[in-house]
C-alpha cells in the first residue's frame, strides 16, 4: 500500500516569506508526527497529533511554527516569516495509536527539504 | 522534568552483542519506551518498543529495568549495517508527551 507521502520534496523560499509542508499520512493511522532535521543534526520532534488534535505543542520552535490536521487525515506544518535557521529537512511520519498504550510503530515519509535564502 | 539521557557515542565490533543504554527517570507503568535510527543518509526507522520485562523482534531486544528508570536496547550481532544514531523514547502516557533522548551513534567495526 502507499506509504506516507510529503510535498514538496523540495522548497526553496526568502527569507520572511510563508511556507506551507504537507504530510499525507498511511491511510487508517490515526496518529500524525512533524519533526525536524538540520544538516549533521540530531532529530528534533515537533508536534504529533492523534486524530485531529495536537495534545503537546511544545516541542514547535517558536511561535511562526504551527500545524493542523483535518478530517484525520492530511496534515500541513506552516512557517512563518521563515529564518534562515528554518532551513531543514522536515519529516512526517505516521502510526496506528492503541489506546492503552499510545503509539505504535511510526512510518516516515521521505521529507521535505526547505531552504531558506 | 522528566529527562532521557543517553551516550552520545559508542563503538562496537562486528558480529559482537551490543548494549545501548538509556536513563528515563520518572517514568510509570503505563509508559512505553520506543526505540528507533537512523542509518547515514537515510530517514529514521523503526526497531522495537515495550513496556515491561523484555522484548523481542527479529531487528534486537529490549531489556527494561524492573525499577522502569532504565532500559537496554540489544543488537545481538552487530553488522556494519548497525551502524546508525539509535534514539530512545519513552512515551509518557498521562502526560501525553514523548521525550528524545539525544540518540547515540553507533559505530561499528568490521
Known amino acids: 500500500g502507499a506509504g506516507v507521502s510529503q510535498s514538496p520534496s523540495n522548497k526553496v523560499t526568502e527569507k520572511g516569506k510563508d511556507v506551507e509542508l504537507r504530510c499525507d499520512p498511511i491511510?487508517?493511522?490515526?496518529?500524525l508526527y512533524w519533526y525536524r532535521q538540520s544538516l549533521g543534526q540530531g532529530l528534533e520532534f515537533l508536534i504529533y497529533f492523534q486524530g485531529n488534535s495536537a495534545p503537546d505543542k511544545s516541542g514547535l520552535p517558536s511561535d511562526r511554527f504551527s500545524a493542523e490536521r483535518t478530517g484525520g487525515s492530511v496534515s500541513t506544518l506552516t512557517i512563518q516569516r521563515t529564518q534562515q535557521e528554518d532551513s531543514a529537512v522536515y519529516l512526517c511520519?505516521?502510526?496506528?495509536?492503541?489506546?492503552?498504550?499510545?503509539?505504535?510503530?511510526?512510518?516516515f515519509g521521505p521529507g521535505t527539504r526547505l531552504t531558506v535564502t | 522534568d522528566a529527562k532521557t539521557t543517553q551516550p552520545n557515542s559508542m563503538e562496537s565490533n562486528e558480529e559482537e552483542p551490543v548494549h545501548l543504554p538509556c536513563n528515563h527517570s520518572?517514568?510509570?507503568?503505563?509508559?512505553?519506551i520506543h526505540w528507533y535510527r537512523q542509518l547515514p543518509s537515510q530517514g529514521p526507522e523503526y526497531v522495537i518498543h515495550g513496556l515491561t520485562s523484555n522484548v523481542n523482534n527479529r531487528m534486537a531486544s529490549l531489556a527494561i529495568a524492573e525499577d522502569r528508570k532504565s532500559s537496554t536496547l540489544i543488537l545481538h550481532r552487530a553488522t556494519l549495517r548497525d551502524a546508525a544514531v539509535y534514539y530512545c523514547i519513552p512515551y509518557l502516557y498521562n502526560f501525553n508527551k514523548f521525550y528524545f533522548g539525544s540518540g547515540t551513534k553507533l559505530n561499528v567495526k568490521p
Open positions: 511520519a505516521s502510526s496506528l495509536w492503541e489506546l492503552a498504550g499510545g503509539p505504535n510503530e511510526q512510518y
Open positions: 491511510s487508517g493511522h490515526t496518529a
Open positions: 520518572t517514568i510509570s507503568g503505563t509508559d512505553y
